[in-house]
């Protein structure tokens, strides 16, 4: 794929929603394309954050092994990104993300992000705020699983 | 205007005796009961009208009705055990009576739902008064646009009316999303609070209409991702719970700022009670 | 009931009988006896434990001849007049709703018929006519709201319908006000205006002792008639009325109601209502004395065999914990919130639900409070801080 088609994937995702078309492809320059078979890792635990992952189709699963039960704790479907951990020291992994369902998507570079947005605050803040709603959104939803309103 | 069944009118707080017909466990702590008036009474509803029942000797609460309301000849409460009444509902058994009074409160708006996007968004148990609009909403599907069921559950263990839910997915027409909030790799489904399947649903935010019901808690992030996607407040239907004890509002416990919940609701279209949601402990 | 509503101001003659009179303060006991020939049961003022109740009266001699009340905020207290005064008092801690809407009741049975079985048996009630001797201005106001509340919304409440209906209703002007009392703020009172069949003012000094009978009804014309009565002169008429007015201007507190409904919802955060909820001891005293409160709650009862069941229906009280509980706990937990729930509603959303505020002005809430509360003040307090505007919401918080 080229920058070209992989910027106009992007720009038919959700999370990249309203940003502009230089920032998309500025990500592009460090993304390429990926498929994932059912069962197979994206992400696992205490691993170097390397690289983030959307995703095009299919469902991904963040697990948690706790007391010999691995545990979902959320899906992530298409438009979504798995992974924010890249973007924060030390940069690892928090839990697994396991392919649910055949998965289609593009991955990203960390590294290569990273250093973009070290250069280019404007870009670097435009990221930051995309990703900021993923964590926003992830932190809201585990609240209301605390919640545990149907209780 | 859906009192058929007459004594209501007459003698609002006394109820008449109805048959236990038939008696489905639907997950571990809900069931269904089918009950038949006593001398073949029929019995008509809108939905998102309650009733209330009463087990002998033990006491009365309210019951949401779940069943079709194109039928008139048995009565359909799906409910869960959270209390003394609804504990000996519980131990009631296929032949037994239980006492009814109703139908009580306000109905989810299937008319001026008409020819717009329908989101049917329920939470829990919440799914039992939502079925009554589901099956209205299937009997005449070409009367509305896009139809969209999301559903969340605590486990896929609890997840009600498996079957029906099975059935109106395999439709080519309505689109059923379900999500829990906690599972094991047995499920195979989403995971993630309700509020997760709001973005992503497939309708137009300026045509839809939105009716949704669970906790309150879970109605209140509801409303708030359809806020997000651009639902108005007055596109936004919830179905409030609070004390009902006489449902014809002169018992005062269910009271609402201005609006008693057992005659002015149950469901109320959002901006009528925008400004007390909030509020805590109102 | 509904005739009374067109009282009008001027005395003229009716069909029947006079439209005013004055009697002797000895003909009260004819008007007893005559109301007690036609069936009615008299239920007027009487002295019971240090309080002037109302009950069934069977001679004037029952009434509180030279007796009134003393009040302020948790205080109550009798003493004696330097007259003879039937009604010269103000307002005691019962009100007649007990009488239109009764503390308990039945409302249903249940039989047992065989295994899982049962049949309901509903409850038939012949109403007593009854004949309330000695309603205040704020209390026919306060029944004209219990009847919008109990039978002119979408369901009527059969029994108070019919309690109701068979009800006269005897007035009496006040020739004194209490210091809680504050009628005059609440446009009630003290002048009665409309809802009686009889009206009494009571005139009372070193000449005469004597009543102003003013009626409102073809039922109060008729029992007018019966009386040893004498046409009311203009004189007599101006004197009943400076009677009324002194005691208007005699009353001491007031409740300004100058949107009084948006003042409160406005400000559902305002700080006062936790100030007054250190002090309110949710004890529901302010519910059961009030004329208008409504709430009741139902117990479901069986006898020790399990073959039959009733319900009966009690007053109930916003300020229980009980009141809110759904499923999962009570929905008003704090005291605040529950004092919060009972003022709004009565001032505010109370025009909402039947338009008209839930407040008559009677001040039976402040006086038997056991800490003195006042409505009146928590209102003040709450306009005299209150923000200009409330905030937007914040939708966006996390």
Redesign the interface.
């Known amino acids: 794929m080229t920058v070209q088609s992989i910027t106009q994937s992007l720009a038919e995702l959700r999370f990249f929603k309203d940003m502009p078309r230089e920032h998309l492809e500025m990500l592009a320059g460090c993304a390429s394309p990926v498929a994932f078979k059912k069962g197979e890792f994206l992400l696992l635990v205490g691993h170097e954050a390397t690289h983030f992952v959307a995703i095009r189709e299919g469902m991904v699963a963040l697990e948690m092994e706790a007391a010999n039960k691995i545990t979902t704790l959320q899906t992530i479907g298409e438009g979504s990104i798995v992974g924010w951990s890249w973007l924060v020291p030390p940069y690892t992994w928090h839990y697994d993300a396991r392919a649910a369902t055949p998965v289609s998507a593009i991955q990203f570079d960390a590294r290569c992000v990273r250093d973009l947005c070290e250069s280019n605050p404007a870009f670097g803040y435009d990221v930051l705020k995309h990703f900021s709603h993923v964590i926003v959104e992830r932190l809201m939803n585990t609240r209301i699983q605390l919640a545990d309103m149907y209780h | 205007m859906f009192m058929t069944n007459g004594q209501v009118?007459?003698?609002?707080?006394?109820?008449?005796?109805g048959?236990i017909r038939r008696r489905r466990r639907e997950t571990q702590d809900t069931f269904t009961l089918e009950i038949e008036l006593e001398k073949k009474r029929r019995f008509s509803f809108a939905p998102g009208q309650f009733n209330m029942l009463?087990v002998?000797?033990?006491?009365?609460v309210p019951i949401s009705i779940s069943g079709d309301p194109a039928e008139s000849d048995v009565v359909r409460h799906t409910t869960r055990e959270?209390?003394v009444v609804t504990g000996a509902m519980r131990g009631?058994?296929e032949?037994?009576?239980l006492?009814i009074r109703g139908p009580f409160g306000s109905a989810w708006p299937v008319e001026e739902a008409e020819g717009r996007d329908v989101v049917v968004i329920a939470?829990?148990?919440g799914l039992a008064p939502l079925r009554p609009v589901l099956y209205h909403l299937m009997d005449h599907r070409e009367r509305y646009n896009r139809v969209t069921i999301l559903y969340?559950?605590?486990t896929p263990e609890?997840i009600l009316y498996k079957q029906e839910l099975g059935r109106w997915s395999a439709r080519l027409d309505v689109e059923v999303f379900a999500?829990v909030?906690?599972?094991?790799?047995t499920?195979?489904?989403?995971?993630?609070?309700i509020?997760?399947l709001i973005?992503?649903a497939p309708f137009d935010p300026k045509n839809a209409l939105a009716m949704v019901c669970?906790?309150e808690?879970?109605m209140h992030?509801c409303v708030?991702e359809l806020?997000r996607r651009g639902v108005t407040s007055d596109r936004i239907f919830v179905s409030m719970?609070?004390?009902m004890?006489?449902a014809?509002?002169?018992?005062?416990?269910c009271?609402y700022?201005?609006h008693?919940v057992c005659?002015d609701g149950p469901v109320f279209r959002f901006d009528q009670i925008e400004?007390?949601f909030?509020?805590?402990?109102? | 009931m509904e005739a009374s509503a067109q009282q009008e101001e001027k005395p003229v003659a009716v069909e029947g009988g006079l439209r005013t009179g004055m009697i002797n303060a000895t003909e009260m006991q004819r008007l007893i006896d005559v109301l007690r020939k036609e069936g009615y049961q008299v239920l007027g003022p009487l002295l019971r434990d240090g309080a002037i109740v109302y009950d069934e009266v069977e001679a004037a001699g029952d009434l509180p001849a030279g007796w009134m009340d003393e009040q302020e905020g948790g205080v109550y207290h009798l003493k004696r007049r330097d007259d003879d005064a039937l009604f010269g008092f103000a307002v005691g801690p019962h009100s007649w709703k007990r009488y239109l809407f009764p503390p308990m009741r039945r409302l249903w049975q249940a039989e047992r018929k065989g295994k899982g079985k049962f049949r309901v048996i509903p409850e038939e009630e012949t109403p007593q006519r009854r004949a309330f001797l000695g309603v205040r201005a704020c209390e026919l106001a306060a029944i004209a709201i219990q009847d919008r509340i109990f039978m002119q919304g979408p369901y009527v409440d059969p029994v108070y319908a019919a309690r109701r209906q068979n009800t006269v209703i005897v007035a009496v002007n006040c020739g004194h006000a209490a210091a809680t009392c504050f009628c005059a703020s609440m446009d009630t009172g003290p002048q009665v205006r409309q809802g009686f069949d009889l009206a009494l003012t009571e005139i009372v000094d070193a000449e005469r002792h004597v009543f102003l009978v003013e009626t409102g009804t073809e039922t109060g014309a008729a029992l007018l008639a019966k009386l040893e009565a004498r046409p009311a002169t203009n004189d007599d008429l101006a004197e009943a009325r400076r009677i009324v007015e002194r005691t208007a201007e005699s009353m001491q507190r007031s409740l300004d109601t100058t949107d009084v409904h948006d003042l409160l919802l406005g400000n559902l955060d305002h700080p006062r209502w936790d100030e007054v909820a250190d002090r309110c001891l949710a004890c529901t005293n302010c519910t059961m004395v009030c004329p208008t409160c409504f709430c009741s709650t139902v117990e479901d009862l069986t006898d020790l065999s399990g073959k039959t069941a009733e319900r009966v229906q009690l007053w109930d009280s916003c300020f229980s914990m009980q009141y809110s509980y759904i499923h999962g706990g009570s929905v008003r937990m704090s005291g605040m919130a529950r004092y919060r729930q009972w003022l709004t509603h009565k001032l505010a959303s109370w025009i909402d639900q039947f338009g008209t505020s839930g407040c008559v002005g009677c001040g039976r809430c402040i006086t038997w409070c056991p800490v003195g509360i006042d409505l009146t003040e928590e209102v003040r307090a709450i306009r005299a801080t209150a923000p200009p505007a409330p905030a937007l919401e914040d939708e966006s918080e996390y």
């Open positions: 009118a007459a003698r609002p707080m006394t109820p008449v005796v048959r009463y002998f000797g033990v006491g009365e959270v209390g009631l058994k032949g037994d009576y006492g939470g829990g148990i969340g559950a605590r609890d999500t909030d906690r599972a094991t790799r499920w195979h489904g989403n995971v993630g609070v509020t997760t973005p992503r669970g906790p808690i879970m992030f708030r806020h719970e609070r004390n004890q006489c014809i509002g002169l018992c005062g416990h009271q700022g201005p008693f005659k400004e007390f909030s509020v805590r402990e109102f």
